[in-house]
């Protein structure tokens, strides 16, 4: 899972020459007009030369890192001028800066990194970069920002705000209403994050108090295991926010097992299973924040544009942003079919 992100979203600046040219006319013809800088950007998705990108990612031992990888592979496939280079994946850093470095001796056009480790993977990124090979740095970020040309991520932060503001939405007519939290590891700055945007919504909510939090570790046992010992605890409360959907699995087991029901619970990151159970609205989960896997296909869009030295379509400019960081989006049952494709397994 990724480890840091940034928040709001922050685009790069281009300087665009607008010199104004003085020639002395010997023919009745007009002098020629440069395209604006809108029209070029709009030229963005004609196909181009072509682009080898690299892709180097973590092994794929979450659903959410699964979808990472198949989202890339399928925008990839939708561009006749791009050659995708994937590597196996690793959570090993020594094997992973192997890999980068594969690619980078390959002399692929861009390289596209989501490090097991972000700092421990900055060395290699400034070596793509020296070596003429831009970076797109993918969400859990390098140490230096010379490491990247583009850094493109989800919002930590923003995911544990919109879930509280959402929780503080329905409760906030319910007098002493109790919440509480099943977290993500807090070894993780991720964790930290979503804790603290949670937080920090709840400040706006005076007669909502959160009464406990476990900490579990993005898996199915764990999200069990911590679920039953926070139904233990607590006799009664009224909302439950669950930072991974993965771990929401073994959350709703635990639930099921105690036969507990009576309070709203709010996942994290958009998994398709809880978007399902969402639209079916016959348990206890009716929401979930997206930290959407969608980024990588995003961050092959701006590869590809690098390696073709054009700017986004939709937005004007010669440059691709700098920063780009994708929305954290509540999804329930007024909005679930609109989702749902995004989900993952």
Same mark, same amino acid.
């Given at each position: 899972?990724?480890?840091?992100?940034?928040?709001?979203?922050?685009?790069?600046?281009?300087?665009?020459?607008?010199?104004?040219?003085?020639?002395?006319?010997?023919?009745?013809?007009?002098?020629?007009?440069?395209?604006?800088?809108?029209?070029?950007?709009?030229?963005?998705?004609?196909?181009?030369?072509?682009?080898?990108?690299?892709?180097?990612?973590?092994?794929?031992?979450?659903?959410?890192?699964?979808?990472?990888?198949?989202?890339?592979?399928?925008?990839?496939?939708?561009?006749?001028?791009?050659?995708?280079?994937?590597?196996?994946?690793?959570?090993?850093?020594?094997?992973?800066?192997?890999?980068?470095?594969?690619?980078?001796?390959?002399?692929?056009?861009?390289?596209?990194?989501?490090?097991?480790?972000?700092?421990?993977?900055?060395?290699?990124?400034?070596?793509?970069?020296?070596?003429?090979?831009?970076?797109?740095?993918?969400?859990?970020?390098?140490?230096?920002?010379?490491?990247?040309?583009?850094?493109?991520?989800?919002?930590?932060?923003?995911?544990?705000?919109?879930?509280?503001?959402?929780?503080?939405?329905?409760?906030?007519?319910?007098?002493?209403?109790?919440?509480?939290?099943? #977290? &993500?590891?807090?070894? +993780? =700055?991720?964790?930290? %994050?979503? !804790?603290?945007?949670?937080?920090?919504?709840? $400040?706006?909510?005076?007669?909502?108090?959160?009464?406990?939090?476990?900490?579990?570790?993005?898996?199915?046992?764990?999200?069990?295991?911590?679920?039953?010992?926070?139904?233990?605890?607590?006799?009664?409360?009224?909302?439950?926010?669950?930072?991974?959907?993965?771990?929401?699995?073994?959350?709703?087991?635990?639930?099921?097992?105690?036969?507990?029901?009576?309070?709203?619970?709010?996942?994290?990151?958009?998994?398709?299973?809880?978007?399902?159970?969402?639209?079916?609205?016959?348990?206890?989960?009716?929401?979930?924040?997206?930290?959407?896997?969608?980024?990588?296909?995003?961050?092959?869009?701006?590869?590809?544009?690098?390696?073709?030295?054009?700017?986004? #379509? &939709?937005?004007?400019? +010669? =440059?691709?942003?700098? %920063?780009? !960081?994708?929305?954290?989006?509540?999804?329930? $049952?007024?909005?679930?079919?609109?989702?749902?494709?995004?989900?993952?397994?």
């Amino acid at each position: 899972m990724p480890e840091t992100s940034r928040r709001g979203m922050l685009f790069g600046t281009a300087a665009i020459g607008a010199g104004a040219f003085l020639t002395a006319c010997t023919s009745n013809e007009p002098p020629k007009k440069e395209p604006a800088a809108n029209e070029q950007a709009a030229s963005a998705d004609k196909p181009g030369k072509p682009v080898t990108i690299g892709f180097a990612g973590p092994q794929a031992d979450h659903g959410w890192l699964n979808a990472i990888n198949e989202n890339a592979k399928s925008r990839a496939e939708t561009y006749s001028d791009v050659t995708l280079d994937i590597t196996e994946g690793s959570n090993d850093t020594a094997a992973q800066i192997g890999q980068v470095e594969t690619l980078i001796n390959k002399k692929v056009d861009v390289l596209v990194i989501l490090p097991a480790d972000g700092k421990a993977l900055t060395q290699v990124g400034l070596k793509a970069m020296r070596a003429g090979i831009p970076v797109i740095n993918l969400d859990r970020i390098f140490a230096s920002p010379q490491a990247y040309r583009c850094w493109i991520g989800g919002d930590n932060y923003g995911m544990g705000l919109n879930a509280g503001n959402y929780i503080g939405e329905k409760l906030k007519d319910k007098p002493d209403a109790k919440v509480i939290e099943l #977290s &993500g590891p807090d070894s +993780l =700055e991720l964790t930290q %994050q979503r !804790t603290k945007g949670f937080d920090d919504a709840l $400040k706006n909510y005076p007669n909502i108090k959160k009464v406990a939090r476990q900490a579990a570790d993005f898996t199915v046992e764990s999200g069990q295991a911590k679920m039953a010992q926070l139904l233990q605890a607590q006799s009664s409360f009224d909302a439950l926010w669950n930072h991974d959907d993965d771990q929401g699995v073994g959350a709703l087991r635990a639930i099921d097992q105690a036969g507990r029901d009576g309070f709203l619970m709010v996942g994290g990151a958009g998994a398709k299973a809880a978007m399902d159970a969402i639209k079916a609205d016959d348990g206890v989960l009716k929401a979930t924040v997206l930290y959407p896997p969608i980024m990588a296909a995003s961050a092959i869009d701006l590869a590809r544009a690098l390696g073709q030295s054009k700017g986004v #379509s &939709g937005l004007s400019g +010669l =440059e691709i942003p700098a %920063q780009v !960081t994708l929305f954290s989006a509540v999804v329930d $049952k007024t909005n679930v079919d609109d989702y749902l494709p995004q989900g993952f397994s």
